[in-house]
Each structure stands twice: as structure tokens, then as C-alpha cells.
């Protein structure tokens, strides 16, 4: 362990900040158990996303049938279902991190409060500009791309996976999609950072240099569409609906969690919740680096990844006065 601490953070994790056991040589099958099982099971993330598809799926999604022709009654069910799933989950967060500040200033990465008024925001304010996007755009696009899947799905366009025929790959599906969000985000994330589409798209999103739980999907349409474009691979895989309900959820809703500003949540002076991750955080205040996640490793793969240290500091700021030089 590292103790060096980089200036300008209210909190830090340990350093260096270690990418997936998985890409580590040599492999430890113990530490890989233990990572695995953080990352998915108790009280995770990706748990309680799971629970929201299933719930999703049983409750709250029109029969396969209605989907086989666009009818204006299911799609504004699957839209109403998802604005009350983005306001309920951004809503729930802002509210305790930031507005109750029910835990104060205790693992948040960045001391800076929200910016309340900017010039550079749509709406004259960080947390309305960001909103405006997310629940504007953003769920319009999530439900536009469910109507398309449960429209092909039900079709018989792509291939359907149930757990009575093939319960290992049903089951095997649920853990393959962070996996392949983890490399697509790189991949897309890394293009957006060209000039060009930074100038004219990703640079909505990066008016949030200081994040909050709106800001994840604060994006422009363009890069929305792209962002959530991942789903397409069911295409090609197939899906059960639930799979398709639980990968546009995990991008959706991950991207709230992830940018709250925050490691995570606490409950009498307890962490009970991973949340934010400050691999992404420093990704806002230093722009080039970390572009990906740690699940799979592209940043330390293709130089781009910033460990937390300030050795890794130093050279990624030389990077970027190269890049900027340019």
C-alpha cells in the first residue's frame, strides 16, 4: 500500500488503485473469489439491479405479444416505468448526498459542493442542466432502444434465451454484461475524446468536472444513443426480456451510482454500499485518463490509466499537456 495522497481530494481510496485480479498475473484464485463475490453478492450494486429487472419484468412490462406491433399503450408504460425508475433512483441519491448531506463530507472524493449557478450549463445550473438530459433525452432514448429489443424479441428477429432451455447461458448472460460494458465503454469512450466529437459532444458531459448523481447520464443525445447502443449485442447473443430490462438498467442507473461523488454509502458510520468509484472521478478532474473501468483493464493495457498515486499523477498531467499541445 501507497501512502501517497494527491492534493485537492476530501477522500481517497488505497493506492494504487488495483484493475481486476482476473488480468493479474500471477493469478490468484482466491483473490479473484473475493473480488468476484464483492463485486455481485450481499448488498451490490449489480444485485439490486438484477432485483429491479426481475421486478421490472413481472410487474411493471407489458405481455411479449402487445410488443409484436408499436402501439402507443405499451410504450408509454415502458416509458412511465422507466422516468419513475431514473427520478426514484438520481432522486434518492441527491436528496441524502447532497441535500439532507445525511452523511456530511465523509467519502466524498471531491470537496467542492455542486456548482449551483454556470453559464456553461443549459439551464444556468449544474444539477437542472444535468437533470434536463437525463430525464429529457436520456429515458427517452432508454425506452426508444426497450421498444426496439421486445419489438424484435417478440418477432422472433433475434434469439430468444429462457431458462428452461439453456439455463447456463440464461443465468451466465447476467455476469457477461458488465463485462462487456467494461470493454465497449473504453472503446466508445476513448472516441468520444477525439477533438472533434469532444468539441461537439462529449463536452456536455464534461461540464461536470465536480459530479453528482445526475451527471452520469447528462450527456448529449449523440453520445446517449451510443452509450446505451451496447444493448444491440442481444442482437446477436439473444436475450430473455429480462436481460434486455437488466443491461439498459445496469447502463442507466450504474451511471447515476457510479457519479455520485461519493465511494459510497454510509449507515451508522458504516460503508453498506459501494457506489462512485474514484477511478472515474479522477477521469472528470484530469480528463485523459481512465477511460474505461477496472474490470477489464484497457486503460493500464493502452497507457491511459491513472492508479490514484502521484507518480501516475505526474505522468498523466505530462500526457496531457502533450495532448493538449497537439
Known amino acids: ?45 449489480k444485485l439490486i439491479i438484477v ?34 425508475l431514473a427520478l426514484g433512483v438520481g432522486g434518492a441519491l441527491h436528496l441524502w448526498f447532497y441535500t439532507f448531506s445525511a452523511q456530511g463530507k465523509k467519502l466524498k472524493y471531491d470537496p467542492r459542493p455542486l456548482m449551483v449557478n454556470g453559464r456553461q450549463f443549459t439551464l444556468g445550473g449544474q444539477v437542472r442542466d444535468n437533470m434536463f438530459w437525463t430525464l429529457g433525452s436520456g ?36 455476469f457477461l454484461i458488465p463485462i462487456w460494458e ?28 465536480n459530479v453528482g448523481p445526475w451527471s452520469g447520464m447528462a450527456q448529449h443525445p449523440i453520445e446517449q444513443m451510443i452509450f446505451l447502443g451496447s444493448v444491440f449485442v442481444h442482437l446477436i447473443v439473444g436475450a ?36 462512485g468509484t474514484f477511478h472515474h472521478q479522477m477521469h472528470h478532474r484530469y480528463f485523459e485518463c481512465n477511460y474505461g473501468s477496472l474490470e477489464i483493464p484497457m486503460d493500464k493495457w493502452f497507457g491511459t490509466f491513472h492508479d490514484g498515486t502521484v507518480k501516475a499523477n505526474e505522468r498523466m498531467q505530462e500526457r496531457r499537456k502533450r495532448i493538449m499541445g497537439k
Do not use: C
Open 1 to 45: 500500500m501507497s501512502n501517497e495522497r494527491l492534493k485537492g481530494w476530501n477522500h481517497q481510496p488505497e493506492v494504487p488503485l488495483k484493475v481486476s485480479p482476473v488480468f493479474t498475473w500471477p493469478l490468484n484464485p482466491i483473490t479473484i473469489a473475493k473480488w468476484f463475490l464483492n463485486s455481485w453478492f450481499l448488498i451490490t450494486e
Open 51 to 84: 432485483g429491479i429487472a426481475f421486478a421490472s419484468y413481472y410487474w411493471f412490462q407489458p405481455p411479449l405479444e402487445d410488443s409484436k406491433t408499436f402501439a402507443f399503450g405499451w410504450i408509454a408504460q415502458m416509458y412511465v416505468r422507466n422516468m419513475l
Open 139 to 174: 429515458v427517452f432514448i432508454w425506452t426508444g432502444y426497450e421498444v426496439v429489443l421486445f419489438w424484435a424479441l417478440a418477432n422472433g428477429y433475434m434469439p430468444m434465451i429462457t431458462w428452461a432451455a439453456n439455463p447456463v447461458w440464461y443465468v451466465a448472460l447476467f
Open 182 to 209: 467494461s470493454f465497449y465503454f473504453y472503446l466508445i469512450h476513448r472516441a468520444i475524446h477525439i477533438p472533434f466529437l469532444y468539441k461537439h459532444i462529449h463536452y456536455l458531459h464534461h461540464r461536470n468536472i
Open 240 to 275: 430473455n426480456p429480462v436481460h434486455i430490462l437488466f443491461h439498459l438498467q445496469y447502463y442507466f442507473l450504474t451511471a447515476m451510482t457510479t457519479h455520485t461523488g461519493f465511494q459510497g454509502l454510509l449507515v451508522n458510520d458504516k460503508e453498506r454500499l459501494a457506489l
